[in-house]
């Protein structure tokens, strides 16, 4: 009989009663579901199943009836690995744990990402699931992560001492091999050889016969499989032999075979570490100390301790000690951890800092807005971890390789011992299936991908380009479609009022008022133009009231009790109002201008004419990227005159103009159903639906948090030619990854046959074996090379 189950599962998106009888209708004609009660007012669900249905069943169920079920990440730190088939065996085995939605576990960083449903499994469920794969796991934290890396250090230490030991032991059985292949006799007796060799089999060795054990406990086989079975079978045959009294022991190949195996393990592990070092730089980055003001009495405490609103002092040469807002002084501020910028940034009063730039030239106080992991470091650190956690596509076909690896090679290694055994003996028919099990090792393959994206991203990192993840970094190297917004984007993003034209019986002072009256209700970068330079002529605020803002169009209200409406000519014709000046317009949008109509009920009153700046780098990357063949669009909401006005002066000749917010999705869309690899680059607020449709999203990280979470390349600075950049960055990627899959391949495909032919001995296999891991993570450290920012 079925063993019965009853889990709650709290769900989102419920707003009535009719909602839940959906879910409940839905759900309960699964097999196997018992029994299903949907309570609205408690948010959740209580399902008893049998046998025939599982839980991920349920929640797919549930997703597909249009509600949500909550998801929780975890991440885990995997001790244990030593090749990619411990990786693949650890996402098998926990991915078949009930209500684990996705397992990612990265060789490379020896951690684990995993998304599970909330409320059915619980944490500690999903670490007896890697235990039970014969591994070892613990909650990533800042915490863990430091004791980690000090747990590291000391086994490494321990580890060399051990390799140095084992060497000691191992050169008097080469240097006895060396002298037996110019065609004497031994000069050691077999029996000393079995000394030499014993403790390096099973004191240096130990932790591949612990990995083996562990790993067949799981149900798999993986490299240390391979590498104990390998020795032990010389060594026992050697030790068979030397009772026996015969002189052709292959104590000397077990011993340096698992001596070279050893320092490949230690070589690696040094790569590895160099490999994150980007990530560990950002986290060194924060200061630790803050100037707490309180009653003017100035406090030093730790950076942990601030909270939001708190006033802190900072000197000059000190590093900002959390992201925060200046309330008194002024200074520059070095931002390039966060930017890649050079050169300082000027900061003024009302202007926002943050952790970890260091203030360069006078003394200032500030007043604290975020603090812990909401701070823009915090989220930095964040993003190049999880994106140098995760993996590419192209690494899924060596996943699937190395799951299924050591069984072939074992399979591999005993036909030749049989065939060798029958037709050539079986002395050398164990010398070539040693060498098969130990060269065999799928440590290359598994290194390949996630060693060049750890390096990729912490690169990016370096310079100011945050990439989210491997399929993006993968992806953006197949762009052929760049799409620009216009306003701060291609522009500035600060425009400015460059003339005003003014109806009948309408001053301009009188026009100005009513435009910056209602514009001071608007988040519109146009608008504040308005308001700033109303106020350098010196016109003063006035009442509003009864304010609409309507997205794409403009915005309506009334200013001293007068209706005033203020947008552009298609919205307000759409109104009624009439006496729109055609002519005044068409001189301002030849220019480039953006032409702001202002309007009471009936007539327009005036116009203002607003112009938005180059940046100064648009020419240069819109060139680069034509250079590369890709195929460059502009798409904004403004007129068309004024938009291909402004494009003409960056060398853009695709123009999508007059397009709302909502539209600007559809429009990448129907460039991507042409077949086309599409990035979308934009800023605001308005750019997120179609930085999100697009193939790859790329914002600004000087504009909307909205926009950099919608995302997938956010470029921490103001510079357009950040998407150079990144399309560079990911070319170079790619290419490593491509080196390092093709060597990875290639040292297999030739050097298992080799072995099996009898022309490797076990000690070459075993060199080979422990140096093509180094040189797949040395070959991804060679990206460091790569020279990024050098955009005007």
Request: charged content about 20%.
């Amino acid at each position: 009989m079925p063993e019965v189950a009853e889990v709650t599962l709290p769900i989102e998106g419920m707003t009535c009663a009719a909602c839940a009888a959906r879910i409940e209708k839905n759900v309960s004609k699964m097999p196997g579901v018992k029994e299903i009660n949907v309570n609205l007012a408690s948010e959740r669900a209580r399902v008893v199943l049998d046998g025939e249905t599982t839980w991920r069943d349920v929640v797919e169920k549930i997703e597909k009836t249009g509600y949500g079920v909550p998801i929780r990440e975890v991440d885990l730190n995997i001790t244990g690995m030593t090749c990619a088939a411990c990786a693949a065996r650890i996402e098998k085995v926990v991915g078949r744990v009930d209500a684990v939605k996705t397992v990612n576990v990265n060789l490379a960083s020896e951690k684990a990402h995993i998304s599970y449903v909330s409320g059915v499994i619980q944490e500690a469920d999903i670490i007896k699931a890697v235990e039970k794969a014969g591994y070892g796991a613990t909650l990533a934290s800042k915490q863990v992560a430091e004791e980690e890396k000090l747990r590291k250090q000391r086994v490494y230490k321990r580890e060399l001492a051990k390799f140095w030991f084992s060497v000691v032991l191992t050169l008097p059985l080469v240097a006895q091999m060396l002298y037996m292949l110019t065609g004497k006799m031994a000069f050691m007796p077999n029996w000393f050889s079995l000394v030499l060799a014993t403790p390096v089999q099973f004191y240096v060795g130990w932790r591949f016969y612990k990995g083996a054990y562990h790993s067949l406990r799981g149900g798999a086989a993986n490299m240390d499989v391979l590498v104990a079975l390998g020795t032990s079978v010389a060594y026992v045959y050697s030790v068979v032999l030397t009772f026996m009294g015969s002189s052709n022991i292959y104590f000397d190949s077990s011993a340096t075979v698992i001596t070279l195996i050893f320092m490949g393990k230690l070589l690696e592990a040094r790569a590895k570490a160099k490999s994150s070092s980007a990530l560990e730089a950002l986290a060194k980055l924060g200061a630790k100390v803050a100037h707490v003001l309180h009653d003017g009495q100035e406090s030093d405490v730790p950076v942990e301790q601030l909270r939001v609103g708190d006033i802190v002092k900072v000197r000059p040469g000190e590093k900002v000690p959390t992201d925060g807002v200046i309330t008194e002084g002024n200074t520059s501020v070095d931002e390039s951890f966060l930017t890649g910028e050079p050169l300082p940034v000027e900061k003024q009063v009302g202007e926002p800092v943050v952790g970890a730039s260091v203030n360069q030239t006078r003394a200032f106080t500030m007043e604290v807005t975020k603090v812990g992991a909401d701070t823009a470091l915090a989220q930095v650190i964040r993003l190049v971890d999880q994106a140098q956690g995760s993996k590419a596509p192209v690494q899924r076909l060596a996943d699937k390789i190395s799951g299924i690896f050591v069984p072939i090679v074992l399979a591999i290694a005993l036909l030749t011992l049989l065939l060798w055994g029958i037709f050539g003996g079986w002395s050398h028919g164990l010398f070539a299936a040693v060498a098969v099990l130990v060269i065999a090792c799928p440590c290359s393959l598994g290194l390949a991908t996630p060693t060049a994206i750890m390096v990729g991203t912490g690169l990016g990192a370096e310079s100011g380009i945050l990439i989210k993840g491997g399929e993006h970094l993968e992806l953006a190297h197949k762009i052929n479609t760049v799409i620009f917004d216009k306003t701060g984007t291609i522009t500035s993003g600060k425009p400015t009022v460059t003339d005003l034209w003014t109806g009948e019986g309408v001053s301009e002072t009188e026009l100005l008022r009513l435009a910056a009256a209602l514009e001071s209700q608007s988040e519109h970068p146009l608008g504040a133009a308005v308001v700033q330079y109303a106020e350098e002529k010196g016109i003063g605020a006035q009442t509003v009231s009864h304010v609409e803002a309507i997205p794409g169009k403009g915005i309506e209200g009334r200013v001293d009790g007068q209706k005033i409406r203020i947008g552009n000519r298609r919205w307000l014709t759409e109104q009624g109002v009439e006496r729109i000046p055609d002519d005044v317009l068409s001189v301002f949008e030849e220019a480039g201008k953006t032409a702001v109509m202002v309007a009471d009920a009936n007539r327009v009153m005036g116009v203002v004419a607003i112009a938005d700046i180059l940046k100064e780098d648009a020419n240069s990357t819109v060139r680069e990227l034509q250079n590369m063949g890709i195929e460059v669009w502009m798409i904004t909401g403004d007129n068309e005159r004024t938009a291909k006005a402004v494009a003409a002066q960056v060398g853009i000749t695709n123009v999508i103009a007059g397009v709302l917010p909502a539209d600007k999705a559809s429009k990448v869309e129907s460039l991507r159903k042409d077949g086309r690899i599409v990035a979308m680059v934009g800023d605001g607020i308005n750019d997120a639906p179609a930085l999100a449709a697009a193939d790859v999203g790329i914002a600004m990280g000087t504009g909307a948090d909205v926009a950099i979470e919608a995302a997938d390349i956010a470029l921490m600075n103001a510079r357009t030619h950040g998407v150079v950049d990144a399309i560079h960055l990911s070319k170079a990627t790619m290419k490593k990854i491509r080196q390092n899959l093709f060597w990875a391949f290639f040292y297999n495909v030739l050097g298992i046959p080799l072995a099996a032919a009898g022309v490797l001995s076990p000690v070459i296999a075993g060199a080979a074996m422990a140096l093509s891991s180094v040189s797949v993570i040395s070959n991804s450290l060679l990206l460091r090379r790569l020279r990024l920012g050098r955009g005007v």
